[in-house]
């Protein structure tokens, strides 16, 4: 079965949400379950990620498969392998533009457009090897390190006359422990080399994140002896960067951080149970021991208000950004999770509206039998794209996705 409606269990349980006008304190009869649960994949699920407005769901495996889920209709858009070795991350930079890191020691951007879905193969990886699976349109592929799990970290610049579709800015481990190189596509240049003082011993590289903040660049490293590090960059494209904050919140490796999209911060998870909240401005780190150990994959939602991780224990947790308060925990999965993902959150009041603010005709009774299904594909469509859905990825190969705030 390609996916499926969880019905829950007869047993209760209750959550609470925050206590912010957003997210009132919500006692709920019904358990937690998942709307639906994808069941394409034999191989653990490593990478996850929603792509054009919502519509789609990429997903990663440890064989190097990637799936393009249709979100409307939970079915298989794309299927290919991307990589020979396992997916350690995967994302978009523009709506027809995917972006793959594998431990084949390959970062590749595809090309892939709406049209291209039809002529890609929807064989499940689970399905075995009964078709021919043709990959896309490979646009760059980078040669690197990729000798621990540390996944890429994107920005895409303002685009300009030279680059339309804006500069690609790509963050990867370097072949030495404390250092990272920052690649620029389309050109497939490096642009920057960045390391910690090489006494210091921060062992592997575990997790990268960027942004921009007012008009320099800001990179987040998560470390394995529990160490973070900001860097700065010292003017626009200089390519020279400073080390600007520095903390040791963790006493074992971290396993994520993550820029919070309004910029105020960023948060770490790690191997030991501590979740951090780090301020850009300096000052004094947030922290919550949460005595639940192996929560990584952490992930922000785009409005800035919760974040969440995947924990080695099978269960998803979401948090507040403003005081770290545990929200809900999330439980389906029997097996450890290594990858969340939470689709962009749409401006009040567009939840319901068609994607492309399509108008349905009232007044007319003679609509055809096909804008009839038409306009239900659109409704369709506007619902996954403006439902606050969470993603779970877990080691069974299962992907849940949930509808919970």
Wanted: with cysteine.
């Amino acid at each position: 079965m390609v996916a499926g409606r969880v019905m829950p269990p007869p047993v209760f349980l209750c959550f609470t949400t925050s206590a912010s006008p957003v997210h009132a304190r919500i006692m709920h009869a019904a358990p937690l379950q998942p709307a639906y649960v994808l069941r394409g994949h034999a191989a653990a699920i490593h990478a996850v990620s929603f792509v054009r407005n919502n519509t789609r769901l990429l997903v990663g495996d440890a064989d190097g498969w990637v799936t393009m889920w249709d979100v409307a209709t939970r079915r298989p858009a794309a299927v290919w392998q991307a990589h020979t070795a396992t997916i350690l991350g995967v994302g978009s930079s523009t709506q027809d533009r995917i972006i793959t890191h594998g431990r084949d020691r390959k970062l590749i951007v595809w090309h892939i457009t709406a049209d291209d879905e039809h002529r890609l193969s929807h064989a499940l990886p689970v399905d075995g090897q009964v078709v021919q699976r043709p990959a896309p349109w490979m646009l760059s592929s980078l040669n690197v390190n990729t000798l621990n799990f540390c996944s890429f970290a994107q920005w895409l610049d303002t685009p300009t006359e030279l680059h339309p579709e804006g500069k690609l800015l790509l963050a990867v481990p370097g072949a030495v422990d404390n250092t990272i190189v920052i690649y620029s596509l389309p050109d497939e240049t490096i642009v920057s080399r960045i390391s910690t003082d090489r006494r210091e011993k921060t062992g592997m590289l575990m997790s990268l994140s960027i942004a921009r903040k007012s008009d320099h660049l800001v990179l987040v490293a998560g470390f394995e002896i529990g160490s973070t590090v900001v860097w700065q960059e010292q003017g626009h494209a200089s390519g020279t960067w400073t080390e600007v904050y520095r903390s040791q919140q963790h006493s074992q490796p971290v396993l994520s951080v993550a820029i919070a999209p309004d910029l105020h911060a960023f948060y770490s998870s790690g191997a030991d149970s501590t979740v951090t909240k780090h301020h850009l401005d300096g000052s004094d780190a947030q922290t919550l021991q949460t005595m639940h150990s192996g929560q990584q994959g952490l992930t922000i939602r785009s409005d800035s208000r919760i974040f969440a991780t995947a924990g080695w224990d099978g269960r998803a947790r979401v948090y507040s950004t403003k005081n770290l308060q545990e929200l809900a925990v999330l439980k389906w999965h029997k097996e450890g999770c290594y990858a969340v993902s939470f689709a962009v959150t749409p401006p009040e009041g567009s939840r319901d509206r068609p994607v492309g603010d399509t108008s349905v005709e009232t007044a007319s009774t003679a609509l055809s039998r096909k804008s009839i299904a038409l306009t239900v594909a659109q409704r369709r469509e506007a619902r996954a794209h403006g439902t606050h859905w969470l993603v779970l990825g877990s080691k069974d190969g299962k992907v849940s996705l949930w509808d919970v705030f």
